[in-house]
Structures are given as structure tokens and as C-alpha cells.
């Protein structure tokens, strides 16, 4: 008893602290820096300020969040809209174990590879005389290479192939405990199969696609090496405003300032998900 | 005229293999009127392939299924003109009880006002008009059972098909449900296919029994049918309790044979399978048509002697196991009479067993 007593109370204090030390702390760290003021020798000098908020509420910075929400909703949806038809195929029509596994190791293999390295490859892909432009070049749709790389279109493209195996795997778990008899019972009933889609099928993964919309909603918000290098350094996302905060303006307070005000735009996010899921059951992420 | 010659349902040698494993081989139905079936089997019998087969949710390999006279083997589950009562429900967890109902209705492009009536009215049926708005998370087993029989016959099916649906129950639930599927098969006279594995269930609900083994029909009959004249022992022993007795055919006279038991005693008995002199046969014989005495006929011996070894009370049933002087273990189950005292036999005392010629079945 006394042993199994003494077990818990370690586990609860080794996540305690972890926490703690990796999460609550650095936390409290970016609140209480975005407050202070920046100084050139010891990157902030503490006095307190709210400059860095005010100065957030410029045009041209509320620009850049509204941007980076928008193509953050803009590449959710095409994720969404590329996987689901595949989870569908893949757990729905496939009946060899064999061949799902296979499709769904394709999924994660990139995984392996760093992103940053995958994200290099996408511009060898889209560059003007890279492989798009000669394969579309050599079957005669364009007669000249189009403009594809350091422009949104590159950008949206580099956060769709990179993101969507995030809205994969979410939906393939939601598609796997998809009951097949709620399908047998919707058909048995007189469904057809749009009917079957549109009442049984996205209801009942609903959860999956919640997570899997989540997921890359928000890794779209925090994305700044994809904007920066497909993007060419023209088109910026929250994630780069941040970043060229601290390594290129060495702006630590303002720095933090935004990733706080990003911080509270995804809680409120989540807590509006939250409340709108709560009521209908088996809708638990 | 012709509504008499169409059956409602016909199966006509349908076939089934899962991995070249054959589930159902051979399989011949032909009902025209609308009755209560059921078919009876062990696990793996292929029981619910049937079901599948009938709602279309599988192919069929072979054969042809035809509904009201029309072939429906490339009709997909959506037009078929049957509905499903799933083993575990399959309500819809996003639905509340109302529109789990109206989804059928729906799918069929009914009126606004038809649905609602025919939702009100089975919601009636099945006693839950108080429970429209709960989700099937919020009911018990016994409830989710009903909203699935309603949402499958408010569409007017020509068949019901049930797939072990009432597995899931207590016994007490269980058969009040027995009961209630019962009398609603008969107020809305069209035929309900029940698959069940509990051969109580199978004799007391269903107007017809088919017992399945290894995916072939061992017997279809009348539930009296299928318990006082099994065809073979795997029926006899699937239905109910059984004793098997050893016997061999001493000689042919007619429509009777002589036979001698266990070795040990002599019977004459009706020749319905047409044995010859010198085979070897089974008798089967149900434990309650056991009877059991102190003493041994004087003339012919027609008796089995054995010893009581065990007793087990069964409440109004008190069933004695026997072991007979050559080994085999035979049960026989007797009324209790608790104020004549008659059948109070101690473990140990040796007793005759006989049985009450007519209700033994010969098989090979």
C-alpha cells in the first residue's frame, strides 16, 4: 500500500514539475516579458509597459494576423477537403489490411524527413524551370514556365503538403471507430450513399475532423520557415513576425507581445470549439 | 390470385464463402405466408449471413434471393423492401430517438405530416412517446432494443429481419421482449426473420424453425417438429437436453422393428427410417420422457438398470443423472411431487429406467 502510495505521489510530481519547468514557466516568462521594455545590451530592461500592445494595434500588423487567419483557414479547409475523400477510400472501400497499412505508412514515411528539407525539395518542385513547369511545359498545358514559387500560391501549396498528414491521421482514427453497421443501418433504411456521407458518415466523424482541423489550424498560425522560403520573405505569417522579432529586430517584448496576443486568439478559438461541441456526445478530441 | 402464388421470400440454392471458406452452402426458403421464422444455430452456423445476405449487405456467391416474386440479387440494401434490427442496435449515437424513427421515412421522401404520425404512433407502440427527445446514450438496453424495432418496421417492411437482437438483455428482459416481438409480428402480419443461437427463444417465439449447421439446413419444422421428431442427433441435441442410447436392430417385421438396447434389453418400436435387420442405431430420447422404478418386469426385460449418482434441483424439475450397469450416463428429469413423495430417489439406489414408447427418434 505504502509502496503503490509513494508510486503515484512520484509520477504526479515528475508531470508537476515537467509542467512546470517547461511549460508554466516559459509561459509566465513571454507574459511578463511582452510588459517590459526592450533595451540593446541585455535584449529588455525591466520597467513596465504596454507600449508593445499599442504598438500591435497598427494597421499593418492587425493586416498580418487577419492574413495569417484567413490562409490558416484557407489551407484547414483544403486539407480537409484532400483527406477526407482519401481517409474515406482507404477505410471504407479497401478491404485488404495490407494495402491500408501501405497507404497510411505513405502518409506518415515524410514524417522521417525533416521539413525543413521537405519544404527545399517543394521549391525545386515549383521553381520556374523546376518539375511542374517542365511536366506541364512537355504535355502542352503552358507554353511558358508559370510564376509558382515566392508567391501565396507556393506558400498554400508548402502548408497543404506539409500539414495534411495532420488531418490524415486524426480523421483515420475518427473513420476506424466508425461503427460499419451505422452504415448497414443507414442504407438498410433507404439511405442512398450521399445521403449515408452527408447524415451518418461526417456526423459520426466529427471528432476527426475537429482534431484534425485543430491541428492544422493552429500549425498553420505558428509556421514561419514555409511562408519565409516559399514565400520568398514577401508574404508573412504571424509566425514570421515573430520570429524576425527576436532574431532579426532583436525585439524580445514585442516578440513575446505577439505570441501572447496569438496565445489568446487560440484559447478563445478552442474555448468557442469547446462550448459548440459540448452538447452533442462523442465529440471528445 | 397471384398474391397466394408469389412467396414473400425465396432463397434458391444461395451459397457463401468468406476466403474460400464456405459460411453457407445450398441454402433453400420458400415462405408464402408471413410467419414468425427463425433460424437456429450454433456460432459459426452462418446464421447471420443469411441476414446479411436477405438485407444485402453482402453478395451472393451463388443462388438467387427473390422478394415478392422479384430477383433482388443486384438490388442494393437501399431498395430492398426489408429492414434490419442489428444486434448491438446501431442507433444513431447523433440522432435522438425521434429522428432515429423518422431516418427511414425520410430516406423515402414521406410528407412532413405522414412522418410525424407514423413516428408519433410507433413511438406509441413501443410504449416510449416520453422518450422522442433522449439520445440513445441516455437509454437502456432494453429501450435502445425497442426504438430499433420501431425505426425498422415504421417503414412497413415486407420482412423484419432480426439479428440476434435480444442477446444483449437480461433473461427477465429477454423474455418479456420475446413476448412483445411475438404479439407485434402478429398485429402487423408480415414476417419477421429472427437469427437467435438460444434455442429456448427459437421454440417459443417462431411459427417455423430452421436449424443450421456449418452453413446447411439441418431441419425446418413447426418448433414441436423440431424438439418431438429431430432428423438427426445434432438437431435433437442442439434443441434440448438428450440421451443417446446404443442400439442394434434384431429383425424387420414391417412397419416395426425389434431392437436391442444398450445391449441389455429388447424393444419393439416403429420403423419410420426403413433400418435393416443388423444395423446399428442411435435412440434418442428427451430426459423428460424418462421414467424411472424400483422394480424390474417379470417376462420381457424392457427396463434399464442403473444406479443414481447425482441430483440436481430445478425448482418444479428435479433431474436425475443414471449411470447404467454398462457405463452410460443418462439423465432423466421428473415432475417434482413434493406432497405424494413419489419420486424421491436417493443418490445410490438402484432404479430401472424406461421410456414412454412413441417420443424416441431412431437415426443412424
Redesign the interface.
Known sequence: MMNKDLFKHFTILTIVAWLTVFVLIPNIGVVVTSFLEREEAHFVSFTFTLDNYKKLLSVMYIKVFLKSLAIALYVTILCLVFSYPFVYTISQTIKSIIIKDFLLILVIIPFWTSSLIRTYAMMIVLRSNGLLNNFLMYVGLIDEPIELLYNWVAVTIGLVYSLLPFMILPLYTAFEKLDRNYINAAQDLGAGKIDTLLKIIIPLTKSGIAAGCILVFLSTLGMFFIPELLGGSKEILVGNLIKNQFLIARDWPFGTAIGTVLTVIVVILMVIYARNTKNTDQLVV | MDKFNKPIIELKNISKSFNTEPILSNFNFTLYDNKFITILGPSGSGKTTIIKLI???ESLDNGDIFLNGIKVNDL????RE???V???Y?????MNVYDNIA??LR??KKSQDYIDKAVRDSLKMIKMEKFADR?P?ELSGGQQQRVAVA??IV?KPLILLLDEPLSALDEKLRKEMQVELKSMQRDLGITFILVTHDQEEALSISDTVIVLNNGKIEQIGSPQEIYQTPVNSFVASFVGELNILDAKIEAVEENLVSVIVEEECKYQLENKNNFSTGEQIKILVRPENLRLSLEKDSIIPTKLKGKITQTKYRGALLDYVIILDNGKKVTATLLQNKKEGICEYKIGTEVFVEWTIGCEVLTK
Do not use: D, E, I, Y
Open positions: 438485407a444485402g449487405f442494393p440494401a437501399n431498395k426489408v429492414n434490419t442489428f444486434q448491438n446501431s442507433l444513431f449515437p447523433h431516418f427511414g430516406m423515402k439520445k446514450g425505426r425498422a417503414n
